[in-house]
């Protein structure tokens, strides 16, 4: 077995604090339509420990043995023209894996690259993966994604969005299914993204060291246990992390037949109005963000507090900032709309008559939303 088999990661439910950014990657884990998440922070705030250990949480998956594309057996679909036309395909099951694009990355070598003088003299379209090949039905993690050449986030985010990464050269062009759980990390001290690319991440969390000292000596007393005996530690932490991987997969299971009410659907939709969200990302975020935590806790219809929660990280880097605003004042001016939201949503409660409820009348079905399932 090599080495990097053999090498134990930090458990997921070990990481002291930093909910939030917790919380952004497993609705992700459960619902990768979200179209991803985005984690600011200063250094030594656990982003890239959580990006790697929630990769243990997720459930296997069965993959086409050899095929370069990773393949699904059973989604005849979305297979690459060689598992297309065999008729025995040898299946092998394994966990999602977290495939790192370097900051160095050219655009052949994140979309791949076709071989013109081939097409050109045989007719034959040869096509040489790139990462977005080898992250289909994994995790893509991009740290320092604001370093990265804006016309490859650009890339990246339509890959995440359509599923698929279209390659075009000299009038030909190849297409392969290409459906990840983008994560992005970041350090804001280094330069930001732009709005445009900024609004293509689902979600977006801001992470800072954690100044109580009690907390941050537990943080120290845990990583230093870890890395005194880390099969121990893992042991130590094992029933927890079993216990988020069930939750994961439970989540998933009920998060089509979760149902929106359509009240819910208004106030979201105050929400983006009266903070001045461009478009309707935002919004159509919101829904599914809201129904993903509904799920995660068991539930079949969205509550407010649902809403509530899906605004702290789905509006934090689609608001337009003001004069002198920062973080702080971002959050203040997002619960300040979620609370004027909220009372004309028990004014309307108040006065609507009776109808529409959990049996789904009245509500919107968030419908099936896994792309890789």
């Given at each position: 077995m090599?080495e ?8 997921f ?5 930093q909910?939030?950014m ?11 339509s ?57 299946i ?7 495939i790192?694009?370097?900051?160095s ?27 977005l ?33 279209v390659?075009?050269?000299?009038g ?28 293509r991440?689902g ?5 800072t ?6 907390t ?9 246990e ?12 094992k ?40 478009g ?15 799920a ?20 934090s ?28 949503h ?17 509500s ?10």
């Amino acid at each position: 077995m090599s080495e990097k088999h053999e090498r134990l990661l930090y458990p997921f439910s070990a990481i002291v604090g930093q909910d939030l950014m917790k919380e952004a990657l497993l609705l992700n884990a459960i619902n990768p339509s979200i179209g991803g998440v985005l984690i600011k922070g200063e250094k030594g705030t656990a982003k890239s420990t959580s990006v790697r250990s929630l990769a243990s949480l997720l459930p296997e998956q069965e993959f086409v043995v050899g095929c370069e594309y990773g393949c699904a057996p059973d989604d005849q679909s979305s297979m690459c023209q060689k598992c297309r036309s065999s008729e025995n395909l040898d299946i092998v099951k394994r966990k999602m894996a977290v495939i790192e694009l370097p900051v160095s990355a050219t655009e052949d070598k994140v979309v791949g690259t076709l071989d013109i003088s081939e097409a050109i003299k045989h007719g034959e379209k040869r096509f040489e993966p790139g990462i977005l090949a080898e992250a289909h039905r994994n995790i893509l993690y991009v740290d320092e994604v604001n370093l990265l050449n804006d016309h490859i986030v650009d890339v990246l985010l339509d890959a995440a969005a359509m599923g698929v990464n279209v390659i075009e050269r000299e009038g030909i062009s190849y297409a392969h299914p290409s459906r990840f759980i983008l994560i992005g990390t970041m350090n804001p001290e280094e330069g930001d993204l732009r709005p445009q690319l900024l609004d293509r991440f689902g979600l977006c969390v801001n992470v800072t060291g954690i100044a109580d000292p009690d907390t941050r000596m537990e943080v120290v007393k845990r990583r230093m246990e870890f890395e005194k005996d880390p099969k121990r530690f893992v042991r130590k932490w094992k029933k927890a992390d079993d216990a988020i991987a069930k939750r994961i997969v439970s989540a998933k299971k009920l998060l089509p037949r979760v149902a929106m009410p359509e009240e819910l659907t208004r106030m979201i939709i105050d929400i983006c109005i009266e903070l001045g969200v461009d478009g309707h990302r935002g919004d159509i975020n919101m829904m599914k963000t809201s129904a993903t935590i509904a799920a995660y806790e068991g539930r079949k219809t969205v509550t407010e507090e649902d809403v509530r929660e899906a605004a702290k990280l789905v509006l934090s880097h689609r608001i337009k900032r003001l004069p002198f605003d920062d973080d702080a004042g971002s959050e203040e001016r997002i619960e300040e709309a979620v609370e004027n939201a909220g009372r004309k949503h028990e004014e309307s409660e108040r006065d609507a008559p009776d109808g529409g409820g959990p049996d789904g009348s009245g509500s919107t079905q968030m419908g099936a939303s896994d792309p890789f399932a």
